[in-house]
């Protein structure tokens, strides 16, 4: 009878060992139990949709002439000055239509209308120049960049230069890609692209006038004559002039003065 309650006692003993033994944790329980990579994934997904966001486009609802545009933006359209550029001259109504300007404008439209675009400021010019236009290096993000390397895709004002279609142009103070924007202008040159072609331009040196200048008549604000073609866009001090006196003669439909010169209801679009 003893000896049949110590091997009982053994047995407890025995149990009670195998009960309280530590196991280490499998690989599938160690997976469960601690934080996964796929935590750290979304982190980073997130961090680069954010920073994508931070690239805001405008979409490009005129093209005026090779460096002056139309974007909308917040709502307004908002017309803007292309830094560094200068193309041939087909809107001033001070100046005849320059060689090239007609194709440097085709080219400028083919490239921009009706896409979206994203812009870059530069300290150095400030925000305005001196008619209100809005001064940016404008990038088209879906096309890839050809001559600069700058990032967000083809810089539009060196690609204009690069090609031929106009002038590099330093207003007053040299701006930011001034040295790149030189190299593209000297390599158009030597490539002879665009306006840089040889006889280019000469059909337009060789044309002589047909028609004489149309003198300049100052009108007088509110008072028309909607008559006879008596004048031009030299006439008026602002674009805000323009079109009033473009609207009281009647518009589109009675444009006696030939202001619009680009049938979209919006008259001498290079005045201030």
């Not at 982190?43 to 949709?49: F, G, I, N, P």
């Not at 300007?101 to 925000?127: C, F, N, W, Y």
């Not at 142009?169 to 790149?180: G, H």
């Not at 007088?220 to 602002?238: A, E, I, K, V, W």
Request: proline residues 6%.
């Amino acid at each position: 009878m003893h000896a049949f309650y110590i091997a009982l006692l053994a047995l407890v003993i025995l149990a009670l060992t195998v009960a309280t033994t530590w196991y280490p944790p499998s690989s599938s329980n160690s997976q469960l139990a601690s934080p996964s990579l796929e935590t750290v994934a979304p982190e980073t997904e997130m961090s680069e949709a954010t920073e994508g966001e931070k690239k805001e486009t405008y979409r490009v609802v005129k093209v005026v002439d090779g460096d002056t545009l139309a974007l909308e933006m917040g709502g307004n359209s908002v017309t803007v000055r292309l830094i560094g550029l200068d193309t041939p001259e087909t809107l001033d109504p001070r100046k005849p239509v320059q060689c090239f300007g007609k194709e440097a404008t085709e080219h400028a439209k083919k490239l921009l209308e009706g896409r979206r675009v994203s812009i870059e400021k530069d300290p150095t010019q400030g925000e305005l120049d001196k008619y209100g236009r809005l001064l940016v290096y404008v990038y088209l993000p879906d096309l890839p960049a050809e001559a600069s390397a700058q990032a967000g895709g083809l810089m539009f004002n060196e690609q204009m230069i690069s090609e031929g279609y106009g002038h590099e142009y330093t207003y007053n103070i040299p701006y930011k890609y001034q040295t790149e924007f030189k190299a593209a202008e000297n390599k158009a040159r030597e490539r002879k692209r665009g306006l840089w072609a040889d006889n280019a331009c000469a059909e337009e040196s060789m044309r002589a006038p047909t028609t004489a200048e149309k003198p300049i008549v100052v009108v007088p604000s509110g008072n028309y004559d909607c008559t006879r073609n008596t004048y031009n866009c030299s006439s008026f001090r602002t674009q805000t002039d323009a079109q009033a006196a473009f609207g009281s003669c009647g518009g589109s439909e009675n444009d006696i003065h030939k202001l619009d010169s680009d049938k979209d209801g919006t008259v001498c679009e290079s005045l201030p």
